[in-house]
């Protein structure tokens, strides 16, 4: 693996610790639609990971195909081009469920190293 995947591996991390950390108070869908301070800064460290993984190397991604890597990119797609249409309960899913699976899975690619 090069070391531009691995800074991008640890770009993916560091911004979902970011959203995480932001998150970490929000005990619901409706106080994180209140909340546009975190929304945005939510939302821009999941354009970073969609940016972080789009970078990674195609040997990388083939690699580890479990995880979505286009839906990842078309997520990213969606918060920078279609700002308006972001389903707000759909981010706030995705923070609760997938980040943290995400975040392991990323983990264990690096250990690998």
Known sequence: MSEKDKLNLQDI????NKIQEYSKNIS??????KNSIIFDAVLMNIIVIGE???RLSDFLKENNAYIEW???KGL???IA????GIDIEEIYQIIIY???EFL???????KQL
């Open 13 to 16: 991390i560091d911004a979902i």
């Open 28 to 33: 619901s869908l409706e106080e994180f639609e």
């Open 52 to 54: 972080s993984a789009n």
């Open 70 to 72: 286009n839906k990842i």
């Open 76 to 78: 990213r797609n969606i």
């Open 81 to 84: 081009h279609d700002y308006f």
């Open 98 to 100: 997938i980040l943290p």
């Open 104 to 110: 392991d899975q990323i983990n264990i690619i690096l």
